[in-house]
């Protein structure tokens, strides 16, 4: 089966750069997904892992490692609108999405 | 182009009812797929459909079913409903399965069973 573990909480201050962690235990998957969702909303794709290595959108990177077991969601420039729940997910081999808990994170001003 | 849409946004229904979500996926996307979100649990798969068939399903109960029509267009239906039924049902598209790791959600349906 696949387990991901991500922490509960993180809190930040406006302009800082936060790390969003992504520990997994798995068989074997394609690739890892990030997605954000601010209440009341739909999670909505912000980046993907097939590869180990580091991705970059904008302000948004994120990181694989395989060996590891082991991602992350990098946000730079925080802005308040970026407080929101994070969810790390792996792809199942196309059968199916296994997300993490989810992190919340808040932006102080 | 059109998101996905969910119907209804929100209901409440009563212990021992049955209820039925709708989504319409972005056109064009043949893969529907179907999550629970809870605050203890977060997204739990349900199940996925891809060209009118099942391919896979996540670990609930047979109360929960579902189906696609040809125009892509996807039900889930839950019968005999719990208390522990009351959650967010979230409807994902993407253009085949696993598409890059990108999914495309609803912004679901919210369930309350009373």
Redesign the interface.
Known sequence: GQSLEQPSEVTAVEGAIVQINCTYQTSGF????W?QQHDG?????LS???LDGLEETGRFSSFLSRSDSYGYLLLQELQMKDSASY?C?V?N??????????TRLSVLP | KAG?TQTPRYLIKTRGQQVTLSCSPISGHRSV?W?QQTPGQ????LF?YFSETQ??K?NFPGRFSGRQFSNSRSEMNVSTLELGDSALY?C?SSPI??S?????????SRLTVL
């Open positions: 394609y690739g890892l997904s997605y909303g739909a999670p909505t794709f993907y892992n097939g969810f997910a792809d081999y196309g059968q199916n999405f296994v997300f993490g808990p989810g | 996905v797929s999550y977060g997204l739990q798969f996925e391919r896979n996540g979230l994902a399965s696993g890059a790791g990108e999914l495309f959600f609803g912004e679901g």
